[in-house]
Structures are given as structure tokens and as C-alpha cells.
């Protein structure tokens, strides 16, 4: 199993924008919840989220990050 895999299942672990986001919102097309608002850095809403891991896949800055 993958770390992405293994986090995806694991529901204590948040999404995060780390570092510097370039506004690319590529992550907000890719979020299947619409839980990624366009700011900058972009914020992930928690209560929509479900942890599918696509905006870490998909970050070409990989500043969406697992955080406890
Ligand atoms: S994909 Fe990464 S760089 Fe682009 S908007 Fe999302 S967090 Fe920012
Ligand atoms: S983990 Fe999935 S649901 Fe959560 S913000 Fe990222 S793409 Fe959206």
C-alpha cells in the first residue's frame, strides 16, 4: 500500500497548503468536493474534504501536504 493510500483511509490526517502556492489551482479542478477555495495560498474546507489524497497527487509545488 502507498503512503498516499494508507493516509486516504486514515481519517485523523488533514490537507494542508504548505509553502508557496502559485495559484495554479490545478488542485482546485482536481478536488472530486469542491473543497479547495481559490486563495492564495489556496484553503481546503475540512468539512467537505474526504482525504483522496488527489490535490497532493496533483500539486506541481507538492505544497499540499499530509499534516496531523
Ligand atoms: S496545485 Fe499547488 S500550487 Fe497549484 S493552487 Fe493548488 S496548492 Fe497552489
Ligand atoms: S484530499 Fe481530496 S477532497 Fe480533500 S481537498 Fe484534496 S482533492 Fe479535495
Do not use: H
Not at 509553502?19 to 474546507?45: L, N, Q, T
Amino acid at each position: 500500500m502507498t503512503e498516499f493510500e494508507r493516509y486516504r483511509y486514515n481519517k485523523s490526517v488533514y490537507v494542508a497548503a504548505i509553502g508557496k502556492c502559485g495559484a495554479c489551482y490545478i488542485c482546485v479542478d482536481e478536488c472530486p468536493e469542491g473543497a479547495i477555495e481559490k486563495s492564495e495560498p489556496v484553503k481546503v474546507d475540512y468539512n467537505k474534504c474526504t482525504r483522496c489524497m488527489k490535490c497532493v497527487e496533483v500539486c506541481p509545488s507538492g505544497i499540499m501536504q499530509i499534516i496531523d
